[in-house]
């Protein structure tokens, strides 16, 4: 698991430019939706990578789809595919032994997402 | 609060992430109510609040995109449903479009403007359901018994009773009354508090409709049945089918269409003209006629087995010269409403007025009524209207005194009325060529059972 704030990556892994095009210049508007995904998505991803753990694919799929429409709208771009792999390989119950790698993949560039929204928006 | 342009949006989606960036986006625009639910029993309990759209994830964590959606078109069957699915999964789109959703939006980075779209589409649909509801409502409102017939006099008040009736069956009904009297009022009356109000109420006036389109006119023709027949056109039966055809004038009706009336009316189904194939109908009639049917019976000018067929529930409306003080009431009424019409003061009739209206007899009737009322409200420049605004018409004005039966002593009033009218109120001039003594004048114009206008009241020393 990532524990620190050390690995901020320098690129930025996300953009605001869909929640921008809604309500330009509002910045209390984005401030509010970084609040959301601070909220849910690192625990989202968190029950992904514990139900990937214990083979739980169900769960697995069911987090991954919940996560699916954050990180697009996020545009996390990094791991919109890996997403969609999460998601459909964990419903199918095809290539499980791969997925923890892309789950863990994910899980890294939310956890330095979320590290970047924090200092945006000094949360 | 939801006005008549607010279009009320449920949002039920249990990603709060999602559901906050559809609520602010849809909220952009000022007319959309939201309310979100992030779980599917939430919304449902909701549903009795009739929404015009809701948006519905199809993977919500209490209940299958499925089932929610059947729930939802059992508790709120008008309200439209936007399935947002994370999965472009074509199958279960068109079988949920199968089940009565609106519109299948995959969750894309398009999705918020595909939504956008989709309810202003369906927003012009529910507001013009909207109208066309409120003004089945006021058309309702509008011919509800006591809005449109005033009286209460008995014999109007039977005519209610006799409305209420047929309005409870499906009986033909047959209206008779001299023309004026609201013959049409009275069918439409029917219509709008019969189980057929959200139907068609189709009226026909067969005395306008030349006797060689009749029948084209109320069965309707092919393309090519005869020249000018350009296309299919349906007839006035089927135009009102489940509804009520009024038919206007019937005893104006040629004989010969007569037969085919008959037939129609006998065996349930017409054929249009130029066609062999048999409609089936199902039309509530109500006919009217100012004319005495039965004396056109007897002269052979009207079938006597289309009588028996339409005479049904046979409706007498009394002239208004028979319905007392309902001219005061129906005056009243009808000023009221033309002031507010017409952004007018209210106005109110003085003694004189309402004595020159209860002393005419209104050969027109209610219609008659109506046009002096809405005149004399344009004339009168003050709050009230006087007896020199009332623009009765005295072309005919012996024969109006004896069409009303009276006493002797009414009758006598009704004459000095007359002449007073005539001669400028000069009273002398009256009592010379009546050959009555001025003072018999004086005291009846004293005993207010005839009337002077106001001028000559000011000059005379007596009034008041």
Redesign the interface.
């Known amino acids: 698991m990532i524990s620190t704030r050390s690995s901020v990556s320098n690129e930025k892994l996300y953009n605001f430019d869909?929640?921008k095009d809604?309500?330009p210049g509002n910045e209390g508007?984005l401030k509010?939706?970084a609040s959301?995904?601070l909220?849910?998505?690192p625990s989202d991803c968190s029950e992904m990578m514990a139900a990937t753990l214990s083979g739980d694919w169900q769960k697995v799929s069911?987090y991954a789809?919940?996560m699916?429409?954050?990180i697009?709208?996020m545009n996390i771009t990094s791991i919109k595919t890996e997403i969609r792999t999460v998601e459909m390989d964990a419903k199918n119950k095809t290539s499980t032994s791969s997925l923890l790698k892309v789950a863990q993949k994910i899980e890294k560039v939310i956890y330095e997402v979320s590290l970047q929204v924090k200092e945006d928006y000094n949360l | 609060m939801k006005n008549q342009k607010s279009i009320k949006i449920f949002i039920v989606e249990d990603d709060l992430w999602y559901s906050s960036m559809l609520e602010y986006y849809l909220s952009l625009n000022p007319d959309y109510v939201i309310q979100k639910f992030d779980s599917a029993k939430a919304a449902l309990a909701k549903m009795h609040e009739k929404p015009d759209v809701v948006t519905l994830d199809y993977s919500m964590p209490d209940m299958t995109g499925d089932q929610i959606l059947t729930q939802i078109k059992e508790s709120s069957p008008e309200s439209k449903v936007i399935v947002i699915s994370g999965q472009e999964d074509v199958k279960i789109a068109l079988d949920l479009l199968k089940k009565g959703a609106y519109d299948y939006i995959v969750k894309d980075e398009d999705a918020k403007d595909k939504l956008w779209n989709s309810i202003i589409n369906l927003r012009e649909n529910v507001e013009l359901k909207r109208e066309l509801e409120t003004l089945k409502e006021e058309v309702g409102r509008k011919y509800d018994f006591s809005n449109a017939i005033i009286g209460n006099s008995p014999v109007i008040q039977r005519v209610f009773g006799m409305m209420e009736k047929a309005a409870k069956t499906n009986i033909t009904v047959s209206v008779t009354g001299e023309t004026g009297t609201g013959k049409e009022l009275v069918a439409k009356s029917i219509h709008y508090n019969s189980p057929r109000k959200g139907q068609s109420f189709v009226a026909v006036n067969l005395a306008a409709i030349p006797k060689d389109l009749l029948e084209s006119e109320l069965f309707g023709h092919e393309k090519g049945a005869f020249t000018g027949a350009m296309a299919r056109r349906i007839g006035k039966f089927e135009e009102s089918s489940k509804g009520t055809l009024f038919l206007d004038e019937i005893g104006e009706m040629d004989i010969n269409m007569q037969a085919k009336l008959l037939r129609a009316l006998q065996e349930k189904e017409i054929v249009r003209v130029g066609s062999n194939e048999i409609v089936k109908i199902d039309v509530r009639i109500i006919v009217a006629t100012h004319r005495n049917l039965l004396e056109m019976v007897k002269n052979g000018t009207f079938r006597e087995d289309l009588y028996y067929r339409i005479l049904g529930l046979p409706i007498n409306l009394p002239p208004l010269r028979e319905r007392e003080n309902d001219v005061l009431i129906i005056a009243s009424y009808l000023m009221d409403n033309f002031c507010k019409e017409n952004k007018l003061p209210r106005k109110s009739l003085t003694t004189e007025a309402k004595k020159k209206l209860m002393a005419h007899a209104f050969p027109g009737n209610v219609r008659e009524l109506k046009s002096v009322i809405e005149l004399a409200c344009v004339m009168a420049d003050e709050k009230d209207i006087d007896a020199e605004h009332l623009n009765v018409s005295s072309q005919n004005v012996m024969g109006d005194i004896m069409m009303k039966e009276a006493t002797l002593k009414e009758f006598t009033n009704k004459f000095i009325q007359l002449f007073l009218d005539k001669y400028n109120y000069d009273v002398l001039k009256v009592a010379r060529k009546l050959d009555v003594g001025k003072s018999t004048i004086y005291r009846m114009i004293q005993n207010k059972e005839v009337f002077v206008n106001k001028k000559y009241a000011y000059e005379t020393s007596f009034m008041n």
């Open positions: 869909q929640l809604m309500y508007f509010h939706f959301i995904f909220k849910i998505t069911k789809h919940k699916k429409s954050t697009d709208s």
